[in-house]
């Protein structure tokens, strides 16, 4: 029974070893279906049949720029916002979606846009971004994604400069003065 275990023992050592970095949540995979999620360690696997794959779950920092709209005064605003998220669900965030950017980026936008025609978004904006970093966290969730916070960096009012000729009154594309 000795020889046996010895014999064991050394193929272990030929085993291919996978590290999990502190920053990272690796997705450990037998026969390519999910078992568990793992922390940051060294673990070896069973080449082809086992696999870990690792997901940042570092804080990252997304900017939200130039969302521009009329509010209630009538005038049109540029509005810029970032959020800081995570990773929290590896196995979720596989499975479901691969580029977190652009997720929160357009559900984001769609909250703030939500906003126009009134003029809550200057006058509250406290509460405003709670209720947009709420909507955003709990649909993240599903996403295996945690939204650690939401702020507005900029919001100001848009001049826009009017060119007058033989048909009338035209803006002038792209001419907002901030």
């Excluded at 450990?28 to 696997?45: D, E, F, N, Q, V």
């Excluded at 779950?57 to 005064?73: E, F, H, S």
């Excluded at 691969?98 to 939500?114: F, G, Q, V, W």
């Excluded at 955003?136 to 001049?159: H, K, N, Y």
Aim: hydrophobic share 40%; charged share 25%.
């Amino acid at each position: 029974m000795s020889i046996v275990a010895a014999v064991f023992e050394n193929l272990l050592e030929f085993l291919p070893i996978t590290v999990v970095e502190e920053h990272e949540i690796g997705v450990y995979l037998r026969c390519g279906r999910y078992k568990k999620s793992i922390g940051p360690g060294a673990y070896r696997t069973v080449w082809p049949f086992e696999k870990i794959i690792t997901v940042n779950a570092q804080a990252q920092n997304l900017p939200i720029t130039d969302v521009d709209m009329v509010l209630g005064d009538g005038r049109s605003w540029s509005v810029d916002a970032g959020i800081a998220y995570t990773i929290e669900s590896a196995f979720k965030y596989m499975l479901q979606t691969r580029e977190p950017d652009e997720l929160l980026t357009t559900l984001a936008r769609s909250r703030i846009l939500s906003h126009k025609g009134s003029n809550e978004l200057i006058e509250n904006t406290a509460d405003v971004e709670m209720e947009i970093y709420g909507e955003l966290d709990t649909r993240a969730e599903l996403w295996g994604i945690a939204v650690l916070d939401f702020r507005f960096t900029r919001m100001s009012p848009c001049q826009v400069i009017v060119v007058r000729s033989d048909k009338g009154v035209l803006p002038l594309p792209g001419s907002y003065d901030t």
